[in-house]
């Protein structure tokens, strides 16, 4: 035989040489669970080995994570039920916990960057990421306002990147008008352009306790068995001037990023959501999996799909693993 493939994976070294796909802490982007309050530091259960932070212990947690090569982290509110209402009004108030969070991180490490969640669920008594009216009805039209007001007071406490995650029509191109007319033109925007109603949100639906009071997300959020929908969610947040577009969830739609790469010249990222990591970590604890090598399988199998950059519980973990050859599990 003049051709033996297994030549290229004799060692280690060589193995390295014909490695097609690599992946760098830099691509990560890290979910944090925030609350108002001090000395808190409160495990998901459903999701182990994350937490609700509040800023006093949450600041260490981030410089521990930047010494390992992580720089960018996403924000999500644990918002008191007596703080919320139809209109999500204290998603730009003034005294909003989540805001003076992002200022402090900001002031704290000027060097990092900071995502934000754009939608009304976290906020909203109904539970839903749009206004919803009297006719349990979800209005398109009425929630583009309130998605740009929360941007803006986002962008203003020093968000470098927005990400609307709520699947309105027309949110980005709301969004980035109010953001420009307020000199905001620099912060990003990272629509979340195809974000399927999966059954793999769980466990972020309890970390925030924003799960919807009554029906479901199926009117707004995308169908799993779509693919060419989301080319046409994608062409939509394209021209209305998405910097970076996400397909949510990561694993079951691997091909609907890869669909996206092939498709847009910018960048494409994927979250690995709550349920995907639940998942894994479960049959870690089992004993079924080994975390040190199902985890960063997990993640680069993301990466070869043509994510260019990937929101995940594991990105610490996956940092510790690229430093020291290992995670404590």
Not at 7 to 33: C, D, H, M, W
Not at 65 to 86: R, T, W, Y
Not at 250 to 269: E, G, M, R, T, V
């Amino acid at each position: 035989m003049l051709i033996r493939p297994r030549r290229n994976r004799k060692s280690a070294v060589i193995r390295a040489f014909a490695e097609e796909t690599q992946l760098g802490a830099e691509r990560l982007i890290y979910p944090l669970f925030v609350v108002d309050g001090k000395n808190i530091q409160t495990e998901v259960q459903s999701l182990p080995g994350n937490y609700r932070w509040s800023i006093d212990l949450l600041i260490p947690e981030v410089e521990k994570c930047m010494s390992l090569g992580i720089h960018s982290f996403v924000l999500f509110p644990a918002v008191n039920e007596s703080l919320k209402d139809k209109w999500a009004s204290y998603s730009f108030a003034e005294d909003n916990f989540y805001l003076d969070i992002l200022r402090k991180l900001k002031k704290e490490f000027p060097e990092i960057c900071l995502m934000t969640d754009v939608a009304m669920d976290p906020y909203n008594s109904d539970g839903h990421d749009g206004y919803v009216n009297e006719k349990g009805e979800i209005e398109n039209d009425k929630t583009l306002p309130i998605l740009s007001k929360m941007a803006v007071a986002q962008a203003q406490a020093g968000a470098d990147i927005i990400g609307p995650s709520d699947m309105m029509d027309g949110r980005v191109a709301a969004i980035r008008k109010a953001l420009d007319e307020k000199d905001f033109q620099q912060v990003s925007i990272m629509s979340y352009t195809a974000k399927y109603a999966s059954a793999f949100y769980g466990p972020f639906r309890d970390a925030l306790d924003s799960a919807p009071k009554s029906g479901d997300k199926k009117t707004y959020q995308m169908n799993p068995a779509n693919a060419m929908e989301a080319l046409r969610e994608a062409k939509l947040d394209y021209e209305e001037g998405a910097d970076i577009m996400m397909v949510k969830p990561a694993l079951p739609y691997l091909d609907i990023i890869a669909l996206l790469k092939n498709n847009f010249d910018i960048p494409i990222a994927a979250y690995n959501v709550s349920g995907e990591c639940a998942m894994l970590t479960a049959a870690c604890q089992k004993g079924w999996l080994d975390f040190n090598k199902a985890m960063p399988e997990m993640l680069v199998s993301i990466r070869r799909a043509g994510a260019d950059v990937i929101l995940t519980y594991f990105a610490k973990s996956y940092a510790e693993w690229m430093k020291y050859g290992k995670t404590n599990f």
